[in-house]
């Protein structure tokens, strides 16, 4: 008898959602930082290993193939990443975090140059998790399978 698999559902995209390498330690970080500065909780959360993030990444052809960065969803709105994710999360934040979305408005050839070099490094300096981490109780309704 084959094996049954059971279809995962995967809910409609909420209104702020963050794609993230649900296998970097850096990014672990990062979410954790993001759900302390959240507290209205605005924003939702998806590993980019995930159906969610699967789904999502298909549905918006202007990412760029093979895509392994934060990217930023809002329904009807186009999707951003790199810097422009990380200025648009800054700009949902409580208190003086909020300031860092003015950032943006340095040219994002710039923006993107110290993304990426840092994103490469990701890796060796705050290492890669085995698999994604579960989320507590109390945050799990903010995280998309």
């Known amino acids: 008898m084959p094996p049954v698999t059971v279809p995962v559902q995967v809910p409609a995209q909420p209104e702020h959602l963050?794609?993230?390498?649900?296998?970097?330690?850096?990014?672990d970080v990062s979410v954790q930082w993001i759900l302390e500065h959240d507290p209205a909780g605005k924003i939702s959360f998806a590993a980019l290993q995930g159906p969610t993030a699967t789904r999502l990444l298909a549905e918006h052809p202007e990412l760029p193939a093979?895509?392994?960065?934060?990217?930023y969803l809002r329904p009807d709105a186009p999707?951003?990443?790199y810097s422009a994710a990380?200025?648009?999360?800054?700009a949902e934040l409580q208190g003086p975090w909020?300031?860092?979305?003015?950032l943006g408005l340095l040219p994002r050839v710039?923006?993107?140059l110290g993304y990426r070099i840092f994103a490469r490094g990701r890796y060796r300096?705050?290492?890669r998790r085995e698999s994604c981490r579960v989320p507590s109780p109390s945050e799990?309704?903010?995280?998309?399978?």
């Open 66 to 71: 093979g895509l392994d960065s934060l990217v």
């Open 18 to 27: 963050l794609l993230y390498d649900g296998l970097c330690g850096f990014c």
């Open 125 to 127: 300096v705050w290492g």
């Open 79 to 81: 999707a951003l990443w």
């Open 140 to 145: 799990r309704a903010r995280f998309l399978p």
């Open 98 to 102: 909020r300031h860092l979305r003015w």
């Open 110 to 112: 710039l923006t993107d």
């Open 86 to 90: 990380v200025f648009a999360v800054a």
